[in-house]
């Protein structure tokens, strides 16, 4: 499978940030990044490796305990 390789501006929409939050995360090497001179790209399997494990599952509620009454 080919990785398609996006830019700072397509992972911001494709995130629904602003252009600051990929460069911060490229700043701090909080997620993997090609330099093609002096651009940043970034590859699209990356950002969903980044959403699948930034993602808040749902807890399963718990059943009441059902115990003695007092």
């Given amino acids: ?5 996006l830019s700072v501006r ?9 252009d ?4 911060r995360l490229v700043a701090e090497r909080r997620i993997t990044y090609v330099k093609v001179g002096r651009h940043v790209r970034i590859p699209e399997s990356v950002i969903r490796e980044y959403i699948d494990a930034h993602t808040v599952r749902p807890v399963q509620p718990r059943r009441p ?3 003695r009454a007092a």
């Fill in 65 to 67: 305990r059902l115990g």
């Fill in 1 to 5: 499978m080919r990785d398609r390789y």
């Fill in 20 to 23: 600051r939050f990929p460069r």
């Fill in 10 to 18: 397509e992972v911001a929409e494709l995130l629904g940030t602003t």
